[in-house]
C-alpha cells in the first residue's frame, strides 16, 4: 500500500492565487519530498524535508512538515500558468540496503488564466 | 533529463512476449530504481539496485526481474508480458542513500495485446 497520501487530488485556481496541497504518511520516515510531473514527462525534484526539519523554502514553494500528524504541506505562491502539473509527495523510510522512496497518488493542479 | 535516458521510449508487445526496457545513466550514481505509472496508482516501486549485482524487491516485483552488471546500466525484465503489465516505466537514481533526491528519466510507454 502506498505510504503517502495527497489531498486534494484535484485542484483548480486562478492564476496569481496561491496553491497548496496536502501529504499524509503513515509510518516513521528519513524526509518527504515532493516531485512535479508535467503531463508526459517524468518526474522533477522539487525539495527534500528531512524528518528533523519542520519548514522549508525554495523559491515560491514552501514545504511544512507535522511528523506528530504524519503529514506535510507544498504551497505555490503566486501561481503561474506553468506551474500546472501534477504533483507528488514521497516518503523515504529508514534502509539497511538503499534509500526506497514511495510516491502518494498525486495531486493534479491546474491553473486558470 | 540530464545523465539518464530510457530506451525504448515506446513499445507494443504481444502477451507471452519478453521485453527487456533499459535504463542508462552518465552520472556515476551507485543507485538505481524501476517504477511503473498507472492511472489512480501513482509511481509504484519494481526492484531497485545499490550497486551492481546488488539489486532488491520493491512492491510490486511479481513477473519483473532485473539486472545489473554495470554501473551505468540497469535493466528490467519482464518475463512473459501479460495486457496488466501494460504502464509507463520509470527509471530513476539518486546519489546517495540518505537524503538525496531523485532524477527520473523520461519514462517508456509500454502497451501489452
Known amino acids: 500500500s502506498q505510504q503517502g497520501e495527497e489531498d486534494p487530488q484535484a485542484l483548480s485556481i486562478q492564476e496569481g492565487e496561491n496553491a497548496t496541497m496536502n501529504c499524509s504518511y503513515k509510518t516513521s520516515i528519513n524526509n518527504l519530498q515532493w516531485y512535479r510531473q508535467n503531463s508526459g514527462r517524468g518526474l522533477v525534484h522539487l525539495i527534500l524535508i528531512r524528518s528533523n526539519e519542520r519548514e522549508k523554502h525554495s523559491g515560491r514553494l514552501r514545504v511544512t512538515l507535522d511528523t506528530s500528524k504524519k503529514s506535510s504541506s507544498l504551497l505555490i505562491t503566486a501561481s503561474r500558468a506553468a506551474d500546472t502539473a501534477s504533483y507528488f509527495c514521497?516518503?523515504?523510510?529508514?534502509?539497511?540496503?538503499?534509500?526506497?522512496?514511495?510516491f502518494g497518488s498525486g495531486t493534479r493542479l491546474s491553473i486558470r488564466p | 533529463d540530464a545523465g539518464i535516458t530510457q530506451s525504448p521510449r515506446h513499445k507494443v508487445t504481444e502477451t507471452g512476449t519478453p521485453v527487456t526496457l533499459r535504463c542508462h545513466q552518465t552520472?556515476?550514481?551507485?543507485?538505481m530504481y524501476w517504477y511503473r505509472q498507472d492511472p489512480g496508482h501513482g509511481l509504484r516501486l519494481i526492484h531497485y539496485s545499490y550497486g551492481v549485482k546488488d539489486t532488491d524487491k520493491g512492491e510490486v516485483s511479481d513477473g519483473y526481474s532485473v539486472s545489473r552488471s554495470k554501473t551505468e546500466d540497469f535493466l528490467l525484465t519482464l518475463e512473459s508480458a501479460t495486457s496488466s503489465q501494460t504502464s509507463v516505466y520509470f527509471c530513476a537514481i539518486t546519489a546517495g542513500q540518505h537524503n538525496y533526491g531523485y532524477t527520473f528519466g523520461s519514462g517508456t510507454r509500454l502497451t501489452v495485446v
Open positions: 552520472e556515476n550514481h551507485r543507485y
Open positions: 514521497a516518503t523515504a523510510t529508514p534502509s539497511s540496503s538503499a534509500s526506497k522512496i514511495i
